[in-house]
């Protein structure tokens, strides 16, 4: 699979993009992951790539000029399946977009600053606008690295245990029950019996009526449909 994310802060992926598995997931080839700078596809003197709102108004847009340079250029080179706007008006993110996602083969994903981006962008480029909370971040940056964090990690053979990516919370609506480790007492505080009596079924028992409870408990929202 192949990223392409467009940004005026390519250093801020740095980080993210450099460590664990998304690390390991690129040098494997699993994914391809490309930063574009918006700001290369200025034409002024200055690489400016916003200004002030028709209309009126506090903040400033971005232009359609270098946006549209960028994705043109990208388009002429291979189909992308989606071209994704990240912002707090998108779609809701959850583990059904991010699955459908991990299916692509290209990818675009446009992260927005200030205002945002003049509109006819999101008219004529855009296929998917998505959000990943009802907050505000100063960028999209941070948002489209969740994205990508959260679908590199569902490609066949990114994650050494195939079947934990299926077993994670949301993945059936349910969050996941608790997990222990050795040792099986500290401080006094013990892991529940079952899980060291060595006898399966009861233990996949037990971690199913721990899900519904802890979904029933803490994200009643999740059982609703
Ligand atoms: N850009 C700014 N805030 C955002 C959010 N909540 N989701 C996606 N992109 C954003």
Redesign the pocket.
């Given at each position: 699979m192949r990223i392409d994310i467009l940004t005026l802060f390519p250093g801020m992926f740095q980080g993210p993009f450099s460590e664990s598995i998304i690390k390991r997931a690129s040098e494997q080839k699993q994914v391809e992951l490309f930063l574009h700078d918006i700001r290369d596809f200025s034409t002024d003197k200055h690489r400016r790539v916003d200004d002030y709102p028709f209309g009126g108004g506090a903040g400033m847009v971005m232009q359609i000029e270098p946006i549209s340079r960028l994705i043109e250029k990208l388009k002429s080179e291979r189909h992308y399946d989606e071209i994704i706007y990240?912002?707090?008006d998108?779609q809701r993110l959850e583990q059904g977009i991010v699955n459908t996602l991990s299916l692509n083969n290209n990818i675009m994903i446009l992260?927005?600053h200030y205002k945002g981006v003049d509109h006819r962008v999101r008219d004529h480029y855009i296929t998917m606008e998505?959000?990943?909370?009802?907050?505000?971040?100063?960028?999209?940056e941070l948002?489209a690295a969740v994205v990508v964090d959260a679908v590199v990690r569902l490609i066949p053979g990114v994650i050494s245990d195939e079947t934990s990516a299926l077993t994670d919370s949301f993945q059936d609506n349910l969050l996941a029950p608790p997990v222990y480790t050795r040792p099986a007492v500290f401080n006094g505080w013990k892991v529940p019996d079952v899980l060291l009596s060595g006898h399966q079924a009861k233990i996949d028992q037990w971690r199913e009526s721990q899900a519904m409870e802890r979904t029933q408990r803490l994200r009643p929202d999740l059982l609703d449909d």
């Amino acid at each position: 699979m192949r990223i392409d994310i467009l940004t005026l802060f390519p250093g801020m992926f740095q980080g993210p993009f450099s460590e664990s598995i998304i690390k390991r997931a690129s040098e494997q080839k699993q994914v391809e992951l490309f930063l574009h700078d918006i700001r290369d596809f200025s034409t002024d003197k200055h690489r400016r790539v916003d200004d002030y709102p028709f209309g009126g108004g506090a903040g400033m847009v971005m232009q359609i000029e270098p946006i549209s340079r960028l994705i043109e250029k990208l388009k002429s080179e291979r189909h992308y399946d989606e071209i994704i706007y990240m912002t707090p008006d998108g779609q809701r993110l959850e583990q059904g977009i991010v699955n459908t996602l991990s299916l692509n083969n290209n990818i675009m994903i446009l992260c927005g600053h200030y205002k945002g981006v003049d509109h006819r962008v999101r008219d004529h480029y855009i296929t998917m606008e998505i959000s990943v909370g009802d907050y505000v971040l100063t960028g999209g940056e941070l948002a489209a690295a969740v994205v990508v964090d959260a679908v590199v990690r569902l490609i066949p053979g990114v994650i050494s245990d195939e079947t934990s990516a299926l077993t994670d919370s949301f993945q059936d609506n349910l969050l996941a029950p608790p997990v222990y480790t050795r040792p099986a007492v500290f401080n006094g505080w013990k892991v529940p019996d079952v899980l060291l009596s060595g006898h399966q079924a009861k233990i996949d028992q037990w971690r199913e009526s721990q899900a519904m409870e802890r979904t029933q408990r803490l994200r009643p929202d999740l059982l609703d449909d």
